[in-house]
């Protein structure tokens, strides 16, 4: 039977293969918390841009009541995609991430309107429901729950006079869940969807028809 004293010669190399294995455990979760908050950073940074291009871009194009704006590459309306979009393709956008942002400016604004986004949600039978939130100037105005037999359904809101006359606008849509392609089966596409914006409508009234602002 060994001694107390070769019992610990015999155990501290244990305890010193724990020690060191906790220590790499702790500064692996160190490193990723650290990754994880230089890639949020540059997003927000990439986001904060973007948001004030479009910004300017929107002061230098304002809008009248009605209008509509078409978001496909070369339309008018992409320049006002602030953070959280894709670069536009033929027809429309993507959502990057979970929340994205549009900037508009109207010409005289003295009532409230209706805002309408034309927009398809990506949703597949391993991914069949997401909820989408609309707010504008940080007021909530709609959420919606989209599923394969909705997806494509136009979603509308009220923009208040007290809102409308602020002049500039930031709609900001909030997606729950966006999802790659390439992770459900569908296609290759290894971005992560939310949804498709194609245009937006601006009506004064359900009997107003929009003037287009696309190219």
């Known amino acids: 039977m060994g001694t107390a004293a070769t019992d610990l010669v015999l155990t501290a190399p244990a305890w010193r293969r724990w020690l060191l294995l906790i220590a790499m455990f702790a500064l692996g979760a ?11 950073r540059s997003r927000n940074f990439i986001d904060v841009q973007r948001n004030e291009r479009a910004e300017t871009f929107a002061q230098a194009h304002a809008v009248v009541v009605p209008s509509h704006l ?21 027809g429309g956008a993507w959502t990057v991430s979970a929340d994205a942002w549009i900037h508009l400016a109207l010409t005289a604004p003295d009532s409230g309107f209706e805002l309408q986004l034309n927009a398809m949600a990506f949703v597949v039978e391993r991914h069949a429901r997401i909820r989408i ?9 709609g959420a919606w729950e989209r599923h394969p037999a909705n997806a494509g359904e136009p979603m509308r809101v009220h923009v ?30 290894f971005r ?3 949804v498709f914006l194609t245009s937006l409508d601006l009506l004064g009234s ?10």
């Open 206 to 215: 359900p009997s107003a028809e929009p003037a287009s602002s696309s190219r």
């Open 70 to 90: 078409a978001f496909g590459e070369g339309q008018s309306g992409a320049g006002m995609l602030g953070g959280g979009w894709y670069n536009p393709e033929a």
């Open 30 to 40: 160190a490193y990723i918390a650290v990754y994880a908050l230089f890639v949020a």
């Open 133 to 141: 939130g609309i707010d504008v100037n940080d007021t909530p105005l």
């Open 192 to 194: 992560q969807l939310g």
């Open 160 to 189: 208040p006079e007290t809102v409308a006359k602020a002049g500039k606008l930031i709609v900001h849509l909030h997606i729950d869940k966006p999802a790659a392609p390439k992770q459900l089966g569908p296609s290759d596409d």
